[in-house]
């Protein structure tokens, strides 16, 4: 995952976690827990994230995480979620104050 996130591009990076968070939802779920995986590892080792896509990001998935049928891929996105804001707690500052609360 380190490598992925120091050699690709931020725009590749960006398509990348946006195309992972569409398999977040897959009906098999080997597809959705490999993908949940992905994203935490992601999220995790991309540290340089900036502001103004922590958000977005967050946004997205908080749309995923109601449509996601399978428990613990919504326990690993959770996880993700949680990493995202304990290292951008501005940006999810700001994604709480302008719509509704994650997952609700």
């Known amino acids: 995952m380190e490598l992925i996130c120091q050699s690709l591009p931020r725009c590749q990076l960006d398509n990348l976690l946006l195309m992972v968070c ?9 597809c959705a827990w490999v993908a949940s995986l992905l994203l935490e590892n992601l999220y995790l080792q991309d540290r340089k994230q900036p502001q103004d896509r922590v958000s977005e990001i967050l946004h997205v998935l908080g749309l995923h995480l109601e449509i996601i049928p399978h428990q613990e891929v919504k326990r690993c996105v959770r996880r993700g979620i949680t990493a995202l804001t304990l290292q951008h707690s501005a940006a999810a ?5 302008l719509c509704r609360p994650l997952g609700d």
Do not use: K, V
């Not at 569409?22 to 080997?30: A, E, K, M, N, V």
């Not at 500052?93 to 104050?97: D, E, G, V």
């Open 22 to 30: 569409g398999s977040l939802s897959d009906q098999h779920p080997s």
């Open 93 to 97: 500052m700001s994604q709480l104050q």
